[in-house]
């Protein structure tokens, strides 16, 4: 480690101020803080304020997105072959091209496929997406350090592997490219770079897509990474879902008979169910990273200990998600809209919520910075997740447009929050 810290020293003059190298300094830099710990100093008058910097930071937030990345990467294997087995027991052959290819490659047979069989599938689709996604998002910022003189910092760590877990495994990869690159350019770069950025990168990217590009990345044949395969998320099932019976229960009830068809010359359907375990647990369709409640869950423990994601955003999503979903169900009694019947619980476990409100909507750049703004900047996301879910359905999710909207109005509540603090101090202390 000695020669190598000595080899890295030798060549920084050719990447320094006037050096022949030197606009390639956020390269070398980035090299060098990346193996070691970077070596200048304070000097004189410091004040230490925390004892994390931002590469601990974001190192923290990617070890929260593992449990939900590796469970995702099974479910995506695992949704896959219950598909598969399901069109093999009816004595049919799965003719998929270049996924029947795959599915030969990996050694399935007709029987259940192993946890390694559907963490391997899975990871032939996660993999493709993760690796554009970190290409052509880390050349754009290498693109824009070098022109700025910055130094590459860590914060692309964390938003090159969101995004690919928002996304569907079946999209395109030159969408995912196309996506990532608006996110990057527009939503974080024009406005100068890590921490300037008022909206989340990632969820930038998504809408990007969505508005874009919607039957590639919604609709009932991208979530499963099987060609001519058609089934609906949970949300989608419940928005769809006709009025029937008494009590308004008929979103729900329906995710018991959830109809599915593998398309064929004489196409086989099949009916599954949904329980609330099931979408807790995430073994259901849905974007590759979003569908498991339980690993979001874990993720919200990691960053709580490290006291990077805020518990009062988090709360506040939930709170707002509660008190929204409760106060439609009240109301709209009678309504054939099914959406406005699901009871909060339900909310909970579907869509992406759980990971909307865990690792989104506690961004620190674009959330709420106040202790008492993040309570409302929350209550706002959940509040607005369940109103867009419910009013409009045409688009069952909401949790992705709700932080947006809520990055949006974030720096005006922190702004009400303190002008309302320091009116409240200067009655406090007004002298006569």
């Not at 020293?9 to 090299?31: C, N, R, S, T």
């Not at 999503?317 to 709209?332: E, I, K, R």
Request: aromatic residues 12%.
């Amino acid at each position: 480690m000695k020669a190598l810290r000595a080899a890295l020293d030798k060549v920084h003059p050719l990447f320094a101020k006037g050096g022949p190298l030197q606009i390639a300094y956020p390269m070398y830099e980035a090299l060098d803080t990346f193996l070691y710990t970077p070596g200048e100093v304070a000097h004189g008058n410091t004040h230490v304020r925390d004892n994390i910097d931002l590469k601990r930071m974001m190192i923290t937030v990617v070890m929260a997105l593992v449990p939900a990345t590796l469970f995702g990467m099974w479910n995506v294997g695992h949704q896959a072959n219950l598909t598969i087995e399901k069109v093999k027991a009816a004595n049919e052959v799965y003719q998929g091209d270049w996924h029947n290819a795959i599915h030969n490659w990996v050694g399935f047979t007709n029987d259940a496929a192993s946890i390694g069989d559907c963490m391997a599938l899975g990871l032939i689709y996660f993999l493709p997406i993760y690796i554009v996604t970190m290409f052509v998002g880390g050349h754009i910022e290498l693109v824009f350090s070098m022109l700025r003189g910055h130094e590459i910092n860590e914060g692309f760590l964390v938003t090159g592997l969101l995004f690919p877990l928002t996304l569907p495994p079946t999209i395109p990869l030159w969408q995912v490219a196309l996506g990532i690159a608006f996110g990057v350019i527009i939503a974080k770069e024009v406005f100068g770079g890590t921490g300037r950025n008022f909206l989340n990168v990632a969820l930038s990217a998504r809408a990007f897509l969505y508005f874009g590009y919607s039957s590639e990345i919604s609709g009932n044949q991208v979530w499963t990474a099987v060609d001519g395969f058609s089934g609906a998320t949970a949300l989608g099932q419940m928005a769809n879902a006709q009025a029937v019976g008494e009590g308004g229960g008929f979103a729900v009830k329906s995710l018991t008979n959830i109809s599915h068809a593998f398309g064929t010359a004489d196409p086989i359907t099949w009916t599954s169910s949904i329980s609330w375990m099931d979408a807790f647990v995430g073994n259901i369709q849905g974007c590759i990273g979003e569908t498991s409640a339980l690993m979001c869950l874990v993720g919200a423990g990691i960053l709580i200990a490290a006291g990077i994601g805020s518990w009062r955003v988090m709360l506040g999503v939930l709170l707002g998600v509660t008190g929204t979903a409760l106060l439609l169900n009240g109301v709209t009694t009678g309504v054939s809209n099914p959406m406005t019947h699901i009871p909060f619980y339900w909310h909970y476990v579907t869509g992406g919520l759980a990971f909307g409100l865990v690792f989104m909507a506690t961004d620190p750049v674009s959330a709420s910075m106040t202790d008492k703004g993040k309570w409302i900047y929350g209550g706002l996301i959940g509040f607005m997740t369940v109103l867009i879910r419910c009013i409009n359905p045409a688009y069952p999710e909401g949790i992705m447009l709700a932080i947006l909207f809520g990055n949006v109005f974030a720096p005006l509540i922190d702004y009400f929050v303190v002008a309302v603090n320091v009116r409240r101090r200067k009655a406090r202390y007004v002298t006569t």
